[in-house]
């Protein structure tokens, strides 16, 4: 049974940074493909992004595109998501999601297994 634990959230002015950590364990850690999705209030669960268990491709929402950067630590069986230049539009829970099947970086929640309690994220204009 994969677990997740997220870590790194907090409340940050406009154009600031945050990292939030994916601590993963009860699994190989270089069998897991690793999503991050967000949940604002009142609004649906959408997809932030995403890596390979190889750590070879990743996938971003369009909207946090050269400002979010996925990544893969294998010391610290853990997936790090930097966000940089923040926006009050990326206020939300944010969730790390696992899987171990075979579908690579996948964008949809239904594709992941397992899932973080989340991390709050507020930015402040």
């Known amino acids: 049974q994969v677990q997740l634990v997220e870590s790194g959230g907090g409340l940050v002015q406009a154009g600031r940074s945050l990292r939030l950590s994916c601590a993963v364990s009860?699994?190989?850690?270089?069998?897991?493909?690793i999503g991050w999705f967000r949940q604002a209030p009142g609004k649906e669960r959408e997809f932030v992004a995403s890596?390979?268990?190889?750590?070879?491709?990743?996938r971003y929402l369009d909207s946090v595109k050269g400002r979010f950067a996925i990544s893969r630590d294998n010391a610290k069986n853990a997936v790090l998501l930097q966000m940089n230049s923040l926006e009050p539009d990326d206020t939300a829970v944010y969730y790390c999601a696992a899987n171990q099947r075979g579908l690579v970086a996948s964008t949809s929640a239904v594709h992941y297994d397992y899932w973080g309690q989340g991390s709050q994220v507020t930015v402040s204009s």
């Open positions: 890596v390979t268990r190889s750590g070879s491709t990743t």
């Open positions: 009860g699994g190989t850690f270089s069998s897991v493909n």
